[in-house]
């Protein structure tokens, strides 16, 4: 759960900004110079219109009476943009924390204003018919931009691919930058006091990167997607998202369906156990390399027969949150289906800056 000293500073930012008064931040109980009661005694608007105390959105900072019980919600205030235009994170869903796996396609359903380091080393199983083991690594920075409470910008593949396969005399080793992305997501559902969240998203990658890490392959490729979220009881949540990877050029690259699955649990305060399941279909081959595998969410080989063709992963992990606007992530995945394709194990590791 949040620190109850931090929800406690935001409310008091928003109470600063109205009442026009100064106080010291510490880890005690603030009290300002003019009580929030005061302030809706001699002005009972406060308790109406747009900073309702019931109300959940985003609002012009208001005294800390406005502040609902969901983390300091209440004080999102509509005048902390960044050059005029970027939002704040939604913190009416602080208590959430973003999936981990299938980091280039599982989309967290809040609208955020982050940056987020990922790294993720996959082994390739030494059976593999081309590669015979060996390794890939990817490194990235993704993006995500609040415009409104609703409307978010997510570029989530900017990074670098290093691919070393024990069979170099087929694959030769290879390294290089990674095709980028750019979209947008829209919360259909925010529902503070329930806290559930339904968002859906369209996003792009562009052909733009090294053929040496079997990227820039072809002419594009669209993923549509819905995630959503739900808290559990007071300590868990439950995240699920779903989508397709729709190439334009469908003799480069492969068609799939993913469905991914998140829970965490709360065991230590700022600390979350989470376990995650993804499932990848793929719907039609490509034609660009005649083998029966595929690159998971990391690569698209563009497969000559792979069409029809599931595989199944489990991750497990943690999660440790330093306020509201910072989390880091670690976890191990492995895929427990009979189909393995180039993931024999991965593991990942991640850190989040919020705004």
Known sequence: MLNSAWVRRWCWV??????????AWSDEAVVPAASPVAAVEADPSWTTGALAPVSYEWQPCGPAAACPQHSGCGCNCQNQTLFGFIAPSDRCFSDFVSPLSNPLFFEDPRTLTEARVVFANQWIPDGNPVFN???????????????????????NKDGYLWIDSNNEAAIPDGDGWADVTAGLKYNLVRDPESQFLLSVGTIYEIDIGSHHAFQGRGDGEFHIFTSAGKQIGEKAHFLSGTGFRLPTDTAARSQMWYWSNHVDY?????????????????MKSGKALPVNFEGGDLINLGSTDVAGNDMVTMAIGARKKFGSYSELGVGYEIPVSERKDLMRSRLYADLIIRY
């Open 14 to 23: 928003c109470t600063v900004g109205v009442l026009g008064t100064e106080a």
């Open 266 to 282: 709360e065991f230590v305060e700022s600390w979350y156990a989470l376990f995650e399941v993804n499932w990848f279909h793929w």
């Open 133 to 155: 083991g060996g390794n890939a690594q990817y490194v990235a920075t993704q993006l995500r931009i609040a415009l409104t409470e609703r409307l978010s910008i997510v570029a």
